[in-house]
């Protein structure tokens, strides 16, 4: 099996930053995609921002030019550095990641359980 464990999340001003980790362990072979979404009560969840194993990024326009998503592929971690929040940006912060488990076999999605981030003064 496979965990994914967020971390970094709680109450920050507006205009301030935060950053999220999320720190995949259990039986991995290899990580494809990684990617943050985020869900507020009564809406979809949306997608934050992604990135590729071999890192190439992509973001939510609300995401753009405030966020950056990185991982270590050594640690198995991923993060989302978020600057200038805002209250639009108050959520659960939930990670996933594709995983292969075991060589040769298929891919599988993987959710860690989320995060709360609220912006708020």
């Known amino acids: 099996q496979v965990q994914l464990v967020e971390s970094g999340g709680g109450l920050v001003q507006p205009g301030g930053s935060l950053r999220l980790s999320c720190a995949a362990s259990?039986?991995?072979?290899?990580?494809?995609?990684m990617t943050w979404y985020r869900q507020t009560p009564g809406k979809q969840r949306e997608l934050v921002a992604s990135?590729?194993?071999?890192?190439?990024?992509n973001y939510a326009n609300s995401a753009k030019g405030r966020f950056t998503i990185s991982r270590d592929n050594a640690k198995k971690t991923m993060y989302l550095q978020m600057n200038s929040l805002k209250p639009e940006d108050t959520a659960v912060y939930l990670c996933?990641?594709?995983?292969?488990?075991?060589?040769?076999?298929?891919?599988?999605?993987?959710w860690g359980q989320g995060i709360q981030v609220t912006i708020s003064s």
């Open positions: 259990g039986n991995i072979f290899s990580i494809s995609s």
């Open positions: 996933n990641a594709v995983v292969r488990e075991v060589m040769g076999t298929s891919f599988n999605n993987y």
């Open positions: 990135i590729s194993s071999g890192g190439t990024t």
